[in-house]
């Protein structure tokens, strides 16, 4: 459709004009052009609406995502209520300020986000470090991590994430049995290690008393057996929205519950700091394919002992938005910076770094 003020193209259904900010719907005295439509006017505030002072009752956004503007626009209005949206440099997502309705910047320019969501936030600062101390200390080879570490930072943030649904079918070839053992490194190294030295401990204690009965040890080793798999998995990947928080992108494999997302509305985030974006979907459902490979990797190695090929074939779909709460600390263990991610709406820990060793 077009401004019946000044004629530029605008979104069908739009309740104003991003370019002028005119009042779509009201029938004009002497209408230009026959096709335009007279339906009566939906309520909601002019374009400059004051702030603080969101339309009570805000127009639904198109059917279909459409241009708003060139590429290069740094002034533009909100399609929904008419405020006036003033994207920073760089930023691709930003959300209206008064009535939340998300828009993007695409190839073709600036258009609505059809499926803009949130996760509410359960729990608060106590309880953040409570559950990210617990985690810090999970491990036979840690102790006392959380008493030892000295907090730098906890903050909650509510980021924007695309969540992009993936399928993934992967042909695995594989040995299982045999002893192999598979040497891994971060939290699993820990748990590695410890089966290595139980297993040592076990084999000489087997030839102490071999040797005391004057024998020999025979331990029986089991064949290998050649695996050949399919693996069909499904995933919704969240990928951060955010360039250059790189730390708040989980990549093991941790998904948020949106069963208990609700429609994106920027008073229920309390006054907390909600980030923009600049991460458009496109792109994110390109990194949610990297995201898939290593996620299938993990899986298959659930399966085999020792992983010898694997190909890879994830299938992405068009995801939403969603604004999560998440817990952001920063704690230094014997002079190294570490970070720990908490859903807070969950209470899960996300992702972080903690000491693989920490026996003192």
Not at 76 to 84: D, H, I, R, T, V
Not at 189 to 217: M, P
Not at 269 to 292: I, K, N, P, R
């Amino acid at each position: 459709m077009f401004c019946q003020k000044c004629g530029k193209q605008i979104p069908d259904g739009a309740t104003f004009c991003n370019f002028c900010g005119g009042q779509q719907g009201v029938v004009a005295q002497a209408p230009t052009a026959p096709a335009y439509p007279g339906a009566p006017p939906a309520p909601g505030y002019p374009g400059q609406a004051p702030p603080g002072y969101p339309p009570q009752q805000p127009a639904a956004p198109p059917a279909h995502p459409a241009a708003y503007a060139p590429a290069g626009t740094t002034d533009l209005k909100c399609s929904s209520c008419g405020a006036p949206l003033k994207p920073q440099s760089g930023l691709t997502l930003i959300t209206c300020d008064y009535c939340g309705v998300a828009t993007s910047l695409g190839s073709g320019g600036w258009s609505v986000i059809q499926k803009h969501f949130m996760l509410d936030n359960r729990i608060d600062q106590e309880t953040a470090l409570a559950s990210g101390g617990k985690w810090l200390d999970q491990g036979l080879l840690r102790r006392n991590v959380a008493k030892n570490a000295e907090l730098l930072e906890a903050t909650l943030r509510f980021v924007p994430y695309w969540i992009v649904p993936t399928s993934v079918t992967a042909d695995i070839q594989g040995l299982k049995g045999g002893g192999a053992t598979s040497l891994h490194t971060g939290d699993g190294a820990g748990r590695t290690a410890a089966k290595i030295g139980l297993s040592i401990l076990a084999g000489a204690a087997a030839a102490a008393a071999a040797n005391q009965r004057g024998g020999n040890v025979h331990m029986n080793q089991p064949q290998p057996v050649r695996v050949r798999d399919r693996i069909n998995v499904f995933y919704n990947i969240p990928v951060v929205g955010v360039r250059g928080y790189n730390k708040y992108q989980p990549d093991d494999g941790y998904t948020f519950n949106v069963q208990g997302k609700t429609s994106y509305d920027k008073k229920k985030t309390g006054g907390v700091e909600t980030l923009d974006g600049d991460v458009a979907e496109q792109e994110a459902m390109q990194f949610a394919q990297s995201l898939a490979q290593k996620y299938a990797e993990k899986e298959a190695k659930k399966r085999v002992d020792t992983l010898e090929s694997i190909q890879v074939y994830p299938t992405t779909y068009d995801g939403e938005l969603l604004h999560a709460p998440v817990w952001f600390m920063e704690y230094a263990h014997k002079g190294k910076a570490m970070f720990i991610l908490i859903d807070g709406h969950s209470g899960q820990v996300m992702d972080g770094e903690r000491p693989t060793f920490a026996l003192w």
